[in-house]
């Protein structure tokens, strides 16, 4: 394996393991420092992934890197779609937002709406379930197999516990 392949493959299972670490400990109450920086290294994991991706595999070419996503999606879906890759674009700028509003304004970011937190996350688990799963293939699939029904169970009983609360 190339370093660049290298560091395409540890660079996102790192930033992986760094979301799913984070979104646990928030479910599990964490709100300190050191969850918001493991979010925080994680985001910045997941800029150095597409960066190396852009760097050795499109040579910093939007129009490579659509072409490659439409591949991919033709070879797994049988759909030639391309434009997916907006979707992993605003992946890293929702992620990277999120950090920031945290870093600048922890009090607001942790009083923020339920409906844009759960929408947020809710897209972010989403892209990071295709790109982990879908698009990948050995021990990053697995962890995503794993990891996967693991937050959405979490999820679903912090759910259920925040509506028993409310209806008290």
């Known amino acids: 394996m190339s370093a660049g ?12 393991l760094c979301y799913a670490a984070t979104v646990a400990g928030r479910l599990l109450g964490f709100r300190g420092r050191k969850i918001r920086f493991l979010w925080t290294v994680g985001c910045l994991l997941f800029i150095v992934h597409v960066a190396a991706a852009f760097h050795y595999v499109h040579h910093w070419s939007h129009h490579a890197a659509v072409r490659t996503t439409a591949t991919e999606t033709r070879q797994l879906l049988g759909v030639a779609f391309g434009e997916g890759l907006w979707f992993s674009y605003a992946f890293v700028l929702l992620w990277l937002a999120d950090a920031v509003w945290w870093w600048s304004s922890a009090t607001s970011y942790l009083q923020r709406p339920r409906w844009l937190n759960h929408g947020l996350h809710g897209y972010l688990l989403f892209i990071a379930f295709n790109g982990a799963v879908i698009f990948e293939a050995g021990p990053t699939r697995l962890f995503g197999l794993l990891i996967t029904p693991l937050l959405l169970v979490m999820m679903i009983l912090k759910l259920r516990s925040r509506q028993h609360a409310d209806s008290r």
């Open 5 to 16: 392949a290298a560091l395409i493959s540890a660079s996102v299972r790192l930033a992986l």
